[in-house]
């Protein structure tokens, strides 16, 4: 119950730290999924309702994505950035964009798997029907995809939980710098390090919270979505 | 060269693979007619329409459409003059106006919701404007299917078995509606398995066996007087399929 009231007087306390690290840790992940929605949602599509040489090898690379343990995506981000590395001069190792960067990578084979299972789920006497109906390719994958809209926010669900929940790779890109890089989870591992367990655990309970917040506004929309598909 | 067809096809194939579905030397269909084709199934009825709507491209062969020599890309404006209704009417999630305007709002028509909803009236389901598709019953659905196709007033109408499985009432329904599009210049290509709805909608009627057309006649002649033994054995119910 103490750590119920704790994590009550770190929110409506106006704990400003407190706030800073929600705030972070909502545009990271926020970011990050945005971005690989508009990379993952068009390709997941691509690779679903075309053809082309090297497809399974693709869906194979994909589904390998979609189980990547974080802490190596982690280390290759943080390879990748690091000053020696081929991206070092961009300067972004422990800096939020860093940790966007490891998210993307993660979310983005989630967002792409399960947008690519979702069309590949819609009739494909429907979209032979919607060719016939004089739809440019265009047109027919933008059908396509809303007639799998409820999937393709699954998709969105999955990615943003992956990555919001998602410790290692930002904890060894970002550095869990107070006021620059640290996020719920990172504040989590630190205050339990400390010893601070009724910190971490109202952390915690406030990640939880929001993960729950998200969902379930995430499933209205899908119910919203499946009134309209009816 | 006949001016006045529509389509021409010359020396065209259809392979699957190893298998030769199609096989079809030379065949003319002219601009506003109504052909039925008949013939058993997987005699390569539906590749044919599905050629002649541009969703297959031919292994070999020339497919001439509206004076246009066709490759394996067709040109969306080319594309549009021809649409198909299908057996199985594949309708969108959304409600039965969305499925008939979809393709006016495909091609930016000014005046979507109108025509539309003339289109769903003529097919006697405006009534049903604002129900959900998924709602509609079979013959409701084809009714919409059918109306979806004609509101873009398109030259040519490819029907692949548009009443297989519906009662009489809905049958007389599409018919009337099918008779009423070519009356106004729609040419129809009708693919059915009812040689009786054949006779009482086509000018000119072809059989077709293994991917091949034995027999294409004027309706009357291919009933009355046709030449292949084959085609006496499928009008008189002989032939099993």
Redesign the interface.
Known sequence: MNYWQEAINLLVGGNSDVWAIIILSLQVSGVALLISAIIGVPLGSLIGLHTFPGRQLVIAIVYTGMGFPPVVIGLAVFLLLSRSGPLGFLGWLFTPSAMVLAQVILALPLVIGFTMSAVLAVDPALRTQIRALGASPTQTTLAMLWEARVGVLVALIAGFGGIISEVGAVMLVGGNIQGSTRVLTTAIVLETRKGAFDVAIALALVLLGITFVINLALLQLQGTLLKAKQ | MNTESIYQLEAIQQRYGERLVLDIPSLQIERGELLALVGPSGAGKSTLLRIL?F?ETPTQGQLRFAGHTLGSRVP?EL??R???V?Q?P?????SVLDNVA??LR??RHPQVRERAREALAAVGLGHLARA?A??LSGGEAQRV?LA??LV?TPDVL?LDEPTANLDPANVAAIERTVAEAHRRGTTIMLVTHNIFQARRLAQRVALMLDGRIIELAPTETFFETPHDPRTTAFIKGDMLY
Not at chain 2, 90 to 94: P, V
């Open positions: 709507n969703l969306l594309q549009r021809v649409t198909t299908f199985r594949a309708l969108l999630s959304g979809y393709g495909l091609r959900a998924h709602t299917a979806r196709a873009i490819l």
